[in-house]
């Protein structure tokens, strides 16, 4: 049998799954990172163990009708290697918010609005190791994590994908690198910035002393890879243009699949290319962390059933656990409002539902009016998901069907981008 293999690193572990061709899966498995993968200095070693360790977890029967392999990474995770493919100094995670400390020579390099202006993206962290000197004076590579990573299955260095080089100012319409950027980093320490191909190419056979150890077929293939968020979209099964996937984790993130690109930098908006379509996203810091603030998740379950979602809530809040939002209300200084506070916590909690909802919908309608396709059809990720009252109470604020998909792991939608690049 044919069977591919998506590997997840998430922001707590790894994950893997393979299915195949059909999509159905034949194995899951899962790796927790020691402190969170907070210990920097020693990540690399952290994220090697946890692709061997998550590779070993899997069966060698299922492991020998492997024929891909890809691997997404938490976005904007980033490293400096050295030509062999060693890291010359520790890797920057996604959340690292020290590109600040760059933000001016960012804004003379990159246009007004750009993706990249922001201090957590890959090109300020790119900035922020160049001019502290961290890579040294030997050549080096910048790479994301789940290039690094690919790198120890393909052996080929300095290969990137689109979903993830796109913070680092990758052109998705031109498929190059900006003349502002390539000249905007000119200097004396510059890394070598990574060849950029389309999510899910097949890059390379797996290394002989990969396969070997693990048993591999000699011609399994290694794939380009994504983000773990686009991989969650992929998972998904959406492919209609006006169809999105919200993301009810501890934030609300929205995508829809779009005919047209949508870029908007004071709302946090931008778009990934998904073959001839694009997805936009934004992502509003109102989500499940708030209503686990004031519940456990064993009260949201018996409150929200006590919840008749036809009934509309006259709380107006905008539930936050600090000031400041981006999408889709672009105010740094925007305060939590969650007062009036009813006794009945069955009313409080309809009050949060109902207000997430309506910044759900918000954000969709946000989308459209800078030119994103209209929305169709809306299926729901992470935690918030299995909470059917909510869904009612959604679509009634979204006006389309609001539905539950069948795959959410980004793990499986990786393995979707391997199965795709050796049978499309
Ligand atoms: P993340 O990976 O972003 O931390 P998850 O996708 O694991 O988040 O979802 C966790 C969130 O889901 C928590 O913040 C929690 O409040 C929320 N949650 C859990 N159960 C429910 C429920 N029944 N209804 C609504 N939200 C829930």
């Not at 799954?17 to 993968?37: L, P």
């Not at 680092?168 to 319409?173: A, H, M, S």
């Not at 890394?191 to 150890?213: K, M, S, W």
């Not at 989500?287 to 809530?313: C, K, M, W």
């Amino acid at each position: 049998m044919n069977l591919y293999l998506g590997i997840d690193f998430g922001t707590t572990g790894a994950r893997s799954t393979v299915i195949d061709s059909q999509g159905t899966i034949h194995c899951e498995t899962e790796y927790t990172f020691a402190n969170n993968g907070q210990q920097q200095p020693e990540l690399p070693s952290v994220w090697q163990n946890a692709l061997w360790d998550s590779i070993e977890q899997i069966p060698p029967a299922i492991r020998n009708q492997v024929r891909a392999i890809a691997i997404d990474g938490t976005s904007s995770t980033v490293m400096l290697c050295n030509t062999d493919g060693i890291p010359v100094c520790e890797p920057i995670l996604y959340n690292d918010a020290r590109g600040a400390a760059v933000t001016e020579r960012l804004r003379a390099i990159a246009p007004d609005n750009h993706t990249v202006l922001s201090a957590t993206s890959s090109l300020a962290k790119l900035l922020w190791l160049q001019e502290g000197g961290h890579g040294g004076t030997a050549p080096t590579v910048f790479l994301h994590q789940a290039d690094w990573l690919a790198f120890l299955l393909h052996g080929k260095l300095g290969i990137s994908d689109y979903h993830n080089a796109l913070k680092l100012g990758f052109d998705v319409d031109t498929l190059c690198y900006p003349n502002w950027l390539t000249q905007g980093i000119a200097g004396a320490a510059t890394p070598e910035l990574p060849q950029v191909v389309a999510p899910g190419t097949p890059v390379g056979e797996v290394r002989a002393q990969v396969g070997d150890r693990f048993g591999f077929p000699r011609d399994c293939m290694i794939c380009a890879g994504t983000t773990d968020s686009i991989a969650a979209f992929l998972a998904s099964g959406v492919n209609l243009p006006g169809e999105a996937v919200t993301s009810l984790g501890s934030t609300l993130a929205v995508k829809l699949l779009s005919h047209t690109r949508v870029d908007d930098s004071r709302y946090g908006i931008y778009s990934h290319k998904l073959g001839d379509l694009w997805l936009v996203g934004g992502a509003s810091n109102t989500g499940g962390a708030v209503l686990r603030h004031f519940f456990t998740d064993v009260e949201l379950d018996n409150y929200s059933t006590q919840i008749d979602p036809a009934q509309e809530s006259l709380l107006d809040y905008y539930p936050l656990l600090k000031k400041g939002d981006r999408f889709p209300i672009n105010d740094p200084n925007l305060p939590p409002r969650l007062e009036p506070r009813p006794s009945d916590s069955v009313e409080f909690l309809h009050g949060l539902l109902e207000s997430i909802a309506q910044i759900e919908a918000r954000g969709y309608q946000l989308l459209q009016e800078l030119g994103a396709t209209p929305l169709t059809k809306v299926y729901t990720a992470g935690g918030g998901a299995k909470n059917s009252v909510w869904s009612a109470i959604r679509k009634r604020y979204l006006k389309v069907p609001v539905v539950t998909p069948v795959h959410t792991a980004a793990a499986y939608g990786t393995a979707l981008l391997a199965m795709r690049s050796v049978t499309d």
